[in-house]
């Protein structure tokens, strides 16, 4: 049996030109990077945040430079504000077939000081988000929906997700939830023939604020000596070195594409070996 012909349809494999995507947690940081590699792979992109100036600037920046995109003030605990801004998207951008959530927060601390609200807050914007964002997003993809051409859920996991951190509880509870919620979505989603693929992707310590905040907490909480010895304790768990922001940025992409159409409920560690050790 004959093969594919790879030469002459790489550019279709990869190619986003005429998708529409958005990506929650977008202004900044790692959500920020996304937003841009999905505009400059040709999507049109909706980002979405809490901080909509932030966001604004965020799709400022991709308009000044060719790409198409618009903000959206979204807090994604919050279900009217989930379909607000998934029907803007379809509204103003065309339609909707790539929806990353990105969006999350982050806590260092032990166990025995946790408290209640702060680990039910925690987890109300990790994997309640990841939820509604699931929720909202099929009943628009699906067949029948106001888009209605199935396409790609992207949930950004953790590596923390996949094995235990010391000071990082809370977040690897959440983490793990959102894990096994993408990997039932996946198969729910197929069941029903939604056309809608459902990944995970699984970062270690990125380059952004949110990373360096984690590493000067495990000072703070006296898992480390001080944020020089955090520093080296987290560097040397990743063997390729921490990651950048255009590391995840590229599987977003990846999983995004048709290249990777026949892949669904998979978690992709995007974590410089740090889960093989």
Known sequence: MQGLDYMSTLDQLYALAGKVALVTGGARG??????????????????SDIQF????LT??????????????????TCEADWEGALHKAVEVLGGLDIVVNN?????VGLITETTLEEFTRLHAINVGGVFLGLKHAARIMRPGGAAGRGGVIINLSSVAGLVGVPGLSNYCSSKGAVRLLSKAASV??????????????HPAIIKTELGTNVVNGFAKVGLA???EEAERLIGGMHPLGYGQ??????????LACGAAGWITGAELAVDGGLSAQ
């Open 30 to 47: 790692l959500g920020a990077e996304i937003a841009r590699a999905l505009a400059q792979a040709g999507a049109r992109v909706a980002i």
């Open 59 to 76: 799709a400022g920046n991709i308009r000044e430079t060719g790409g198409i995109a618009i903000a959206v003030k979204h807090d994604v």
């Open 103 to 107: 969006a999350g927060i982050e806590q």
């Open 53 to 56: 100036d932030a966001a604004e």
């Open 225 to 227: 000596a001080d944020e």
């Open 188 to 201: 729910e989603f197929a069941a029903l023939d939604y056309r809608i693929r459902v990944n995970s992707l």
């Open 245 to 254: 922001p255009q590391d995840v940025a590229s599987a977003v992409l990846f």
